[in-house]
């Protein structure tokens, strides 16, 4: 996992996201919600195709890798626009741009669900009764989620970040958390793997339910990890004691593309760049 950054853009971010639009998905959203305080819904159902034509962007900004394993999606499995905060739960936040990224459907649909475990406050949901009027629900979709764009706007971007951060997700976000203050790697040359594992001792349940809802060390990870830090520390033995100046910098190119964001697995080679 490597940290990932949202280019908040109107060409990157559709108007659907935002503004004025944002709003009526939201508004949407709040009735759909009352109905069910009602009793006369069930459940909230969600439009499915509003969060699609954001897949393209979520996928350059990952890299064409999913944002949780790492893997490259195009070899592994599909992509699927994620919504890091289940909407299944954070039922309000089903249309906020700042809640997607690009995910594997194995990371996705098998191991996380909607599975969301938190070590703090959790998330405010908005406040409304069945007595809330238009003129309320007009208001309060102000005080949602943060606009993608207008980030200081009603609903800042600061202030979803707080509440992020207030709730101590054990599941990582790259575009919020740095990975590296959280994540090592430790490789095993007898069962030909490298597994994820706490950078330090008290950070071991952020860890474990990576591996329960993210399967960041499923067998299949472990294996292709491997094989990727096996290559880099080839390089890193041999470069000292090539001669050649064409091969010294055809092996520097190798070790600096396999860092670069665009790899697989390139915050588990960054890692061991600076051990090694």
């Known amino acids: 996992m490597i940290p990932l950054f949202r280019l908040r853009t109107s060409k990157a971010i559709k108007a659907k996201y935002r503004g004025e639009e944002k709003r009526e998905k939201e508004i949407e959203l709040i009735k759909a919600q009352l109905e069910r305080l009602k009793g006369s819904k069930e459940k909230i159902e969600f439009d499915t195709t509003f969060w699609k034509l954001s897949k393209a962007q979520l996928k350059k900004e990952s890299f064409g890798k999913c944002a949780y394993c790492e893997a490259n999606t195009e070899v592994v499995a599909h992509g699927d ?19 997607y990224l690009y995910a594997c459907q194995i990371c996705n649909q098998i191991y996380k669900s909607d599975n969301f475990p938190i070590n703090g406050v959790r998330f405010p949901e908005p406040q409304i009764s069945v007595n809330s009027t238009e003129d309320e629900i007009t208001l309060l979709v102000k005080n949602i989620s943060p606009d993608p ?3 200081d706007v009603n609903y ?3 202030t979803y970040l707080q509440k992020h951060h207030d709730e101590q997700a054990y599941l990582l976000n790259p575009y919020f958390d740095n990975p590296v203050n959280f994540i090592a790697y430790e490789a095993d040359d007898v ?35 491997y094989g990727i830090f096996r290559l880099f520390r080839a390089f890193k033995k041999a470069l000292p004691h090539i001669t050649d100046v064409l091969t010294q910098k055809d092996i520097i190119g190798q070790i600096d593309f396999m860092k670069s964001d665009k790899s697989p697995f390139a915050g588990m080679v960054r890692y061991f760049d600076e051990i090694l």
């Open 149 to 151: 764009i207008d980030v």
């Open 156 to 158: 800042t971007l600061q």
């Open 81 to 99: 626009v994620e919504h890091y905060r289940p909407k299944s739960i954070y039922w309000w936040l089903a249309y906020t741009y700042d809640n």
């Open 191 to 225: 069962l030909a793997e490298v597994k994820v594992v706490p950078k330090s001792p008290h950070l071991e349940p952020y860890i474990r339910a990576m591996e329960d809802y993210y399967g960041i060390n499923r067998t299949e990870l472990k294996s292709v990890r």
